[in-house]
C-alpha cells in the first residue's frame, strides 16, 4: 500500500465518522419530538465511538503527511 493510499483511507474514514456523528447529533436533537423513538443512550455510545474513529483516522493521516515529509528531506539531501 502507497502512502497516498493510506491517506485517502484515512480521509475516508474521518468522512464516515463525520457523518455518523452529525447523524447522531440529528438523533438526539429530535429525541424529545412527539412521537420519535430514539435510543438516546446508544446515541451517545455512537458520538463516542465516531470522536474515538475520527481521531484513529486523523493518527493515521498525521503519520502519512509525516513519512511525505521525511521522503522530502531525504530527497533534498
Known amino acids: 500500500m502507497t502512502i497516498s493510499a493510506a491517506m485517502g483511507i ?5 468522512q464516515t465518522q463525520s457523518q455518523r456523528l452529525n447523524t447522531a ?3 438526539i436533537a429530535n429525541s424529545t419530538t ?8 446508544q446515541e451517545m455510545i455512537d458520538v463516542l465511538t465516531a470522536e474515538q474513529g475520527f481521531a484513529a483516522n486523523a493518527a493515521v493521516f498525521e503519520t502519512g503527511a509525516d513519512m511525505w515529509d521525511m521522503l522530502m528531506t531525504i530527497k533534498r539531501d
Do not use: L
Open 10 to 14: 484515512s480521509v475516508a474514514g474521518m
Open 25 to 27: 447529533a440529528h438523533n
Open 34 to 41: 412527539p412521537g420519535y423513538e430514539s435510543d438516546t443512550a
